[in-house]
């Protein structure tokens, strides 16, 4: 499906005209502003938080438990292991 089909251009050009009826054209860009600093903050604090999560998920599977120090030891194959005569 085409992205700019001109049922697309037809329903755009209808939501400009009536954000142009109900806001008027001296308040419109003040609007288009406000919503761009909004978005612009909102994605400043998405990536704050996803660098957090980024920061908490290395540090937890960076850090080796007691668990897995004990797991990482030398374990020798049974085939491998000489057997008393």
């Given at each position: 499906?085409?992205?700019?089909?001109?049922?697309h251009i037809v329903l755009f050009l209808l939501l400009i005209l009536l954000a142009l009826v109900v806001f008027g054209p001296k308040r419109l860009p003040?609007?288009?502003?406000?919503?761009?600093?909004?978005?612009?903050?909102?994605?400043?604090?998405?990536?704050?938080?996803?660098?957090?999560?980024?920061?908490?998920?290395?540090?937890?599977?960076?850090?080796?438990?007691?668990?897995?120090?004990?797991?990482?030891?030398?374990?020798?194959?049974?085939?491998?292991?000489?057997?008393?005569?």
């Open positions: 499906m085409d992205m700019l089909s001109p049922t003040e609007l288009g502003s406000s919503v761009g600093k909004a978005l612009q903050e909102f994605k400043k604090a998405s990536n704050s938080t996803m660098d957090e999560v980024r920061a908490v998920t290395n540090s937890v599977t960076s850090t080796p438990t007691t668990t897995e120090t004990r797991t990482t030891e030398t374990v020798i194959p049974a085939a491998e292991v000489k057997q008393p005569e």
